[in-house]
């Protein structure tokens, strides 16, 4: 209250030193207005007086000075005349203004003796006057001079109403303009402020759901976003040292960030870290006229952010937003995330045809299908291969460019679309540590001798110190084809690949997600219940299952749905009660393979809600667009269980996307054998994708499954992804890359 007092007066202060300086300026320039007015109808009176005057010397007698003024007086509305034939010569007074020729005689003098014009205002006798002084020429000599009188009190009276006026007006004018400033600041400002003040005391209470909060003053915004990110940081760094403090009392020893960061310094030593993926971590897209940042769907991008996040460098990936070139510096560099850099992200520009023939080329129709093994026939050309070898060498030029100064620098290429970029580093610089992490299944050799340029593909990748796949068959798999192609010493003791003086060691690596004991403990998220969240997207049901997936071949859409409609006809019981909610962002529509999966995926979820549907339920809601993270929390924590029906996946972090956001422990995993999570996370629902019957049969099993047992599998799941989460998939791979 106190600041509504002071803004008011001082508001009411402000306008009136304004006000006050205006109407001094407004006083001034009226009087300097009348002034002149009255100067000009003293020089009419002044050339009527003369006139009159010669006209008497001509006719002596014939026109007396009282009668000349009484005319002048009349007609211009004056107090009277005085004529001076010399300085001090009074020849005529009218006699109302005897008493003022006091006034006049110094004006007299200095207008005769400097021939102008001179004016002034008085007050006598209970008058104000305005008296002018006319100098008149007889021949080249002056002098003789004529006083006019005029009564000036409607002057003062103008200029007091000017005062009144403007007094009056400015204290209106005042105060309504205090209310109304007071009352705007009071709901744009002074209240948007305690919200934001109440939102932070929030936030700093714990209440991690405000930080999803949206602020609807726009304006405040850029303040409310930095205070975002502020109380982001304190709660981050509140959380890491909670979890410190129960990792020592528990004993545990648990990879967080932090010791994450610890052990990058000490194995690192100062050496650059440099992450090379096709797929970057962050891109800038127009929105209207502004542009904004957004994290594509990624699992790599999932998997390897937090690792950068933690340790620093740079990440090389090629630029795919269409407002990318634009918030890059000269170098075609930016630092990310946005809110508080922590790395470096380099973008590299392909072209149209680059992309056409490298990306979905070679990397998508050849490899990805090869590699998959998943009943859909890889495509070789020429062409594409050329193009997949040249965009290799450009990023290997690139990172030869990044790393000229540093020495020993540690490289970690990622997934098939660089095969050849090991080789090439190493060619130009030996010094370097380079690994590269294959995020996709390896096939048997047979599979894979179908690659027209599989001993390119093996000795690009051979070039590198160490090789990583998710699983140790997918490591053997890899062994066995470089045995039978290359002339080359396979130690499978060691499993590793001698060629000349090169040697390369192969590993399984089993990628995660960021998940650490303050996640394990669960944030007391206020959860929505699954009628709730399905009102959300208009749909109906008592409880709902859940599949995440890009639109993909390999992910076993379709053998989901056809699960789907199996149980609800062997189950009918579940029919307007179960519902299956599945989130499937397109991908790579530009081969034919994938536009033609859309269209089928599209036509199979209508053909069997067409079947099943009643009373506006359907049992398949199909989300065809792409989701952030925080859009597929609500649906990983409501459902009863998640689907992951992978033909042939290299780990499917989904899996393990869904078991971290269980914090109350409930809910179950439908798990495909052939993914590679199924190695680790024992505590699902194992099933073969192919088979309809065993799928159907899951999803009651996991629908009816006891809550006990569900939190049992649930925590057994949990602590394995605890365990091994990526800040540990980091180390290892970080420290197998040291130890040469």
């Avoid at 009348?34 to 006209?55: H, P, Y």
């Avoid at 005897?98 to 014009?117: I, M, N």
């Avoid at 130690?491 to 090169?502: A, C, K, N, R």
């Avoid at 054998?673 to 505590?683: C, D, I, R, Y």
């Amino acid at each position: 209250m106190k600041i509504n007092y002071t803004l008011f007066f001082s508001i009411i202060l402000a306008t009136g030193i304004v006000a006050v300086g205006f109407t001094i300026f407004q006083v001034s320039s009226e009087r300097n207005k009348m002034n002149l007015e009255m100067l000009a109808r003293s020089s009419q009176v002044s050339d009527e007086f003369s006139k009159a005057v010669a006209s008497l010397k001509e006719a002596p007698g014939t026109r007396p000075f009282d009668s000349i003024t009484l005319v002048l007086c009349r007609k211009y509305r004056l107090l009277g005349i005085a004529y001076y034939t010399d300085v001090d010569s009074l020849v005529y007074a009218t006699r109302i203004v005897r008493e003022f020729l006091k006034y006049a005689r110094g004006d007299v003098l200095r207008s005769v003796t400097s021939d102008t014009v001179s004016g002034r205002f008085f007050r006598e006798g209970g008058y104000f006057v305005y008296q002018s002084v006319y100098p008149l020429n007889e021949g080249r000599i002056t002098n003789r001079a004529i006083v006019v009188y005029m009564e000036a009190g409607y002057v003062s009276g103008d200029l007091r109403q000017i005062w009144f006026r403007n007094i009056i007006r400015w204290l209106i004018q005042a105060v309504l303009v205090a209310i109304v400033t007071i009352l705007i600041l009071r709901w744009s400002i002074f209240t948007p402020l305690n919200q934001l003040v109440r939102w932070m005391g929030s936030v700093r209470a714990g209440n991690k759901e405000q930080l999803k909060q949206t602020f609807a003053f726009r304006y405040l915004r850029p303040l409310h976003t930095e205070a975002k990110h502020l109380a982001t940081a304190v709660t981050e760094a509140r959380a890491a040292a909670e979890e410190e403090v129960k990792l020592r009392t528990r004993g545990e020893s648990i990879w967080t960030a932090a010791r994450l960061n610890e052990e990058a310094k000490l194995i690192l030593k100062n050496k650059m870290l440099i992450v090379v993926s096709n797929r970057e971590p962050y891109m800038h897209i127009h929105e209207g006229r502004e542009i904004r940042c957004m994290i594509p769907a990624s699992g790599m991008v999932t998997a390897m952010e937090p690792i950068l996040k933690a340790c620093g460098g740079l990440w090389v990936a090629t630029g795919s937003g269409d407002a990318d070139r634009e918030v890059v510096d000269d170098r075609d560099k930016i630092k990310v995330p946005p809110e508080e850099p922590k790395y470096t992200l380099r973008r590299l520009w392909i072209s149209k045809e680059e992309e056409e023939h490298f990306y979905y080329g070679f990397s998508n129709e050849g490899l990805w299908p090869l590699c998959h093994v998943a009943h859909t026939r890889p495509a070789f050309r020429t062409e594409d291969w050329q193009y997949y070898q040249s965009v290799n060498r450009k990023f290997a030029n690139a990172i030869l460019h990044e790393i000229e100064e540093e020495e020993n620098p540690f490289i970690l290429v990622q997934d098939y679309h660089f095969a050849l970029l090991p080789a090439m580093i190493k060619e130009s610089r030996p010094d370097a540590r380079v690994s590269i992490f294959w995020h996709i299944p390896w096939p048997n050799p047979e599979s894979f001798g179908i690659c027209p340029w599989q001993k390119e593909i093996l000795m690009g990748m051979l070039g590198a110190d160490l090789i990583g796949f998710h699983t140790q068959y997918h490591c053997n798999n890899f062994l066995s084809t470089v045995n039978r192609a290359l002339e080359s010493r396979v130690t499978w003791e060691s499993f590793t690949v001698s060629i000349g003086d090169h040697k390369t060691r192969v590993s399984p690596f089993p990628i995660s997600i960021s998940f650490t004991l303050k996640d394990d403990m669960g944030e007391g998220l206020r959860d929505l219940t699954p009628p709730a969240i399905l009102k959300t997207i208009a749909a109906q049901g008592g409880l709902f299952g859940v599949g995440v997936d890009r639109i993909d071949y390999t992910k076993g859409i379709l053998e989901r749905f056809h699960a789907i409609e199996r149980f609800l006809e062997k189950y009918p019981e579940y029919q307007g009660n179960f519902t299956f909610i599945q989130i499937g962002a397109p991908s790579r529509t530009f081969i034919k393979d994938y536009s033609d999966l859309v269209d089928d995926v599209e036509k199979e979820a209508a053909q069997i809600n067409k079947k099943f549907q009643k009373n506006g339920w359907a049992p398949i809601i199909l989300l065809n667009r792409h989701h952030s993270h925080d859009e597929i929390r609500p649906f990983y924590r409501g459902a009863a269980l998640c689907m992951v029906t992978s033909l042939h996946d290299g780990m499917n972090l989904v899996a393990k996307e869904f078991v971290a956001s269980r914090s109350n422990g409930t809910g179950v995993l439908i798990l495909s054998k052939f993914t590679g999570a199924a190695g680790e996370l024992s505590g699902s629902v194992i099933i073969n994708p192919y088979d309809v019957e065993e799928m159907a049969d899951a999803i009651k099993t996991a629908i009816e499954m006891p809550e006990e047992e569900q939190r049992l599998r649930m925590n057994q799941m949990r602590q394995t992804i605890l365990r091994n989460n990526i800040y540990s998939w980091a180390a290892s791979l970080l420290k197998s890359m040291d130890s040469g």
